[in-house]
């Protein structure tokens, strides 16, 4: 049996469809009944929708171990995609107890259970970081932790501590670490919502940049390495590092809406993001934060080799994937 936390998110509910399309047994972790119909429209979005009924729900929380304990019951393996992702600095606790303390309880069921092999969904916030003579990040990169990161940087990195933990303690784990994902459905929430400013008319564009994946690269990634003998180790999953600015040009093009035609300057994203916390204090959630506004005008590259010698992984080009 496979259970799969956060099955109902963009990357757990592609994995649950990949993982059933192989006639695996597939075990699914939910909270809210309705986030199952995204799920649905996922298998529809694929004309599987008849696989749906092959997965095994399960309604329980990674922060209430009580509801996990019938769960692990005959699991020999586990993918763990659940998560909060915010930028919001309000959420900081929210992102310690969903990320650090919710993980830390998947793997110590893990070994509680004799669970064969876990693969944790990280993400390239958690890699380390670059010195003044480098350019590209590995999986090797050394975190500092006098640089400043931000609430979901730490939160990611502290759940990785949760994952090598367990593995010290003799659990069989591997870790990815995605890039910005893209995918189908979900598209007003999370990278999802790139997708929902573009086709509402997004007119700045920045010439900073990141390293993108699709997000059935990142599945496919993740079966292989469960699949392998590779244990204790990180994959970090990018395709490519792509500008905001040709991202959402293509995306733009692609939805047949105008293109972003201003270049926001940095001054601007300063402006922007402290008037967004301006706005915060009259109850309005958190869109850019200071550390976010800088990011935008940063190009950040990474080394995606090691997946692709160890598992034969070849990365589709973000262009193809949005134009196919």
Not at 52 to 78: C, G, H, R, T
Request: charged share 25%; with cysteine; hydrophobic share 40%.
């Amino acid at each position: 049996m496979i259970l799969v936390t956060g099955a109902t998110g963009l990357v757990g509910s592609h994995l649950v469809l990949q993982l059933v399309s192989q006639n695996l047994q597939v075990r699914a972790l939910f909270r809210k009944e309705e986030a199952r119909k995204r799920v649905l429209q996922v298998f529809s979005f694929y004309e599987k929708p008849d696989l749906y009924d092959k997965i095994e729900w399960v309604q329980a929380d990674i922060l209430d171990v009580p509801s996990l304990e019938a769960v692990f019951e005959n699991v020999d393996q586990v993918y763990h995609c659940a998560a909060l992702i915010s930028f919001d600095p309000k959420d900081e606790e929210k992102l310690r107890k969903a990320n650090i303390e919710g993980t830390a309880n998947i793997v110590n069921l893990c070994i509680d259970f004799g669970v064969k092999k876990l693969c944790h969904v990280s993400s390239i916030a958690a890699l380390g970081d670059l010195k003044d003579f480098e350019s590209v990040t590995t999986e090797e990169t050394e975190w500092n932790p006098e640089v400043h990161h931000n609430d979901y940087a730490i939160s990611k990195y502290g759940a990785e501590m949760e994952v090598w933990r367990g593995h010290q303690e003799g659990l069989q784990v591997v870790v990815v670490n995605p890039g910005v994902i893209l995918g189908p459905v979900f598209w007003t929430e999370g990278s999802g919502e790139i997708y929902d400013r573009v086709r509402k008319g997004l007119v700045f564009y920045t010439k900073g940049g990141s390293g993108f994946v699709t997000v059935d690269d990142v599945v496919n990634s993740m079966i292989n390495l469960m699949q392998s003998e590779i244990n204790g180790e990180r994959f970090i999953l990018v395709s490519e590092t792509i500008t905001y600015q040709d991202l959402t040009c293509l995306i733009a093009e692609k939805l047949k809406v105008n293109l972003p035609k201003i270049q926001a300057k940095k001054w601007m994203t300063e402006l922007a993001w402290r008037l967004d916390y301006l706005l915060a204090l009259f109850g309005k959630k958190r869109t850019l934060s200071k550390s976010m506004a800088r990011t935008l005008h940063t190009i950040e590259y990474y080394d995606n080799s090691k997946v692709k010698k160890n598992t034969g992984t070849e990365f589709v080009k973000i262009a193809d994937y949005l134009n196919g």
